[in-house]
């Protein structure tokens, strides 16, 4: 006969049969699933997780979240995820901010979240963007156990997935620097919704990058897009921001590449480390994917401005994706483009004339496309600007 022991901590408070409280503090207590004893001995830390009763002599809980199908959930237990809203969260450095309903996270740069610039990467920023959005939703009380999803979400078998992300990048935080990032939501008509974010430099208060992005909810057994309920919409309504990290009025269409596109990658295969909690690829691995696609001296020489992505279907770990990559101009010309370090001027290629434009002025773009062998992925539009040297 199988047994099940987990030693599980909280508050206990002991009552007797006319009502007067006994005893009240933090136990340790050992229940055998399939035994009939309950033990119990103190602790010393007191847990964040809602409070117990255990009647002597059983093994019956009051609190019906400690068990699933006559287990104890220790998942529950090592995650201790909020029932109910939290303002401040020391843990994360997170807080919640816009008078109830944004979330502010305050980040340290890391060592493995920079490139050989010591400057943060875009799919660290995209990361970032993630783990924020997920902390809001984690403070909000409204967090099942899912990859974000609310309660009402994990009742009716949905799950988030982004049909569309904006970021434009101004400054990149640098390697210790200490960042914030706030984050909110909106709505996007009747079935979507709207998270933007902006990073802003604690020790100078400069804004460095700004993100808006598209929601929808799919059926996650079905994996068919899926309308709100009702149930959801008054979940997630009240926190609901109507302002926006970037303005689109009418955000353009990305045209799609066909195989006469310049740059093509093929046979990229996802590997299981690629794969996220709702088991497909993780939208950070597709930017990876287009950016890989462009020629390494284009890359050494800019850097990436801003990036908009539509994503058309989740790609799988079986299946083999192909990369296409077209300039909006002339690679020659955007590689000619000399700097003169010491007049911050730069002296277009070909012609030998100085020219008086800034630097940041010339800005160069590409069309990418991820696809399978019948369908698109995602469609994506990046932009760059020359990088500005320090050094002769």
């Not at 303002?87 to 996270?105: A, C, H, M, N, S």
């Not at 908009?308 to 079986?318: A, F, H, V």
Request: hydrophobic residues 35%; proline residues 3%; contains cysteine.
């Amino acid at each position: 006969m199988f047994t099940f022991s987990c030693p599980v901590s909280f508050s206990i408070t002991c009552s007797s049969s006319n009502g007067n409280i006994q005893n009240h503090g933090d136990y340790r207590v050992n229940i055998n699933v399939n035994g009939s004893s309950c033990t119990r001995r103190p602790i010393k830390h007191h847990t964040l997780l809602n409070e117990v009763d255990v009647k002597e002599g059983s093994t019956s809980l009051s609190a019906i979240q400690f068990l699933e199908n006559g287990h104890i959930s220790e998942e529950k237990i090592r995650q201790r995820i909020p029932r109910q809203k939290q303002l401040v969260d020391p843990y994360r450095q997170g807080l919640i901010t816009e008078r109830g309903v944004g979330y502010r996270q305050t980040v340290v740069v890391r060592s493995y979240e920079v490139g050989p610039d010591k400057t943060a990467t875009l799919e660290s920023l995209l990361n970032l963007f993630q783990e924020t959005a997920l902390n809001h939703v984690w403070m909000s009380g409204l967090l099942s156990n899912g990859f974000g999803a609310t309660h009402g979400m994990m009742r009716n078998n949905l799950i988030w997935v982004v049909s569309r992300m904006h970021v434009q990048v101004d400054h990149y935080p640098i390697w210790g620097e200490v960042i914030e990032i706030d984050t909110w939501v909106g709505a996007s008509g009747k079935n979507g919704m709207r998270r933007d974010w902006v990073i802003r430099s604690q020790a100078s208060g400069s804004t460095y990058a700004r993100a808006t992005s598209t929601w929808v909810m799919m059926n996650e057994q079905t994996r068919r897009l899926s309308k709100m309920p009702d149930e959801v919409r008054d979940e997630i309504s009240p926190w609901f921001i109507q302002k926006q990290a970037i303005n689109e009025a009418v955000p353009d269409k990305i045209v799609k590449l066909d195989d006469k596109a310049k740059h093509v990658n093929s046979d990229l295969k996802p590997k299981r480390s690629d794969l996220d909690m709702n088991q497909h690829v993780n939208n950070v691995k597709y930017v990876r994917w287009m950016l890989e696609t462009i020629p390494d001296k284009f890359l050494e020489r800019h850097q990436l401005s801003s990036i908009i992505l539509e994503y058309r279907r989740e790609c799988g770990s079986s299946e083999v994706v192909q990369s296409l990559c077209q300039p909006d101009e002339d690679e020659s010309f955007a590689n000619g483009v000399q700097q003169n370090l010491l007049t911050n001027k730069v002296l277009v290629g070909g012609n030998g004339r100085l020219g008086s434009l800034d630097i940041n002025v010339l800005t160069y773009g590409y069309t990418h496309l991820l696809q399978t062998q019948n369908e698109e992925i995602v469609r994506g539009r990046t932009r760059w600007n020359r990088k500005i040297c320090t050094g002769l």
